[in-house]
């Protein structure tokens, strides 16, 4: 008997060195493992850098993926993944090789010191809602889809930096 498959979005991002690449081996760690499987991803998109330190732009996208792994051992298997991929987490909100948020778990609502869920600052992000309303325009998030959680944010200097979701299985 098999655990029951969740439908989880994922916000993954980065600013140093190749974000992309990291972004994209990520997405291959979380395909390979036998409970979980990528079943969309968005465009990346360039964002500028968000928060209080001074810091390049980033790369982001956001992912939804099946898994049968409850929510807080799916996020320290994201955990794994970004300190398998050598992201070092000395600065809140600072320059990092690779984030991996998990945005929401289907219906879940929680509250813990590994993982709030949905994610507390998702609908004041453009860079989290832009390429999620690309990949989950419906996905319901606080009473509200995620598309037309738009229109509230600034979405100005964010810009498509690759033509489809394939980018990371290349």
């Given at each position: ?9 994922l916000g993954l991002g980065g600013n140093l060195g ?153």
């Amino acid at each position: 008997m098999s655990a029951e498959q969740v439908r989880a979005a994922l916000g993954l991002g980065g600013n140093l060195g190749e974000p992309a690449e990291a972004m994209a081996r990520a997405l291959a760690m979380l395909d390979a493992d036998p409970q979980t499987q990528v079943v969309a991803v968005s465009r990346l998109y360039r964002t500028p850098p968000w928060g209080p330190v001074a810091q390049p732009p980033f790369v982001n996208c956001c992912a939804l993926i099946e898994t049968e792994r409850p929510a807080e051992d799916l996020m320290r298997f994201c955990l794994d993944i970004e300190k398998r991929l050598k992201r070092v987490r000395d600065q809140r909100w600072g320059p990092r090789l690779i984030d991996i948020d998990i945005l929401t778990f289907g219906n879940l609502t929680q509250e813990s010191a590994l993982l709030t869920v949905p994610h507390p600052r998702m609908s004041e992000r453009g860079f989290v809602l832009v390429p999620l309303s690309e990949i989950a325009p419906d996905l319901v998030v606080g009473g509200r889809k995620v598309s037309d959680r738009l229109n509230d944010v600034d979405t100005a200097d964010i810009s498509p930096a690759s033509d489809d979701g394939s980018w990371w299985k290349s």
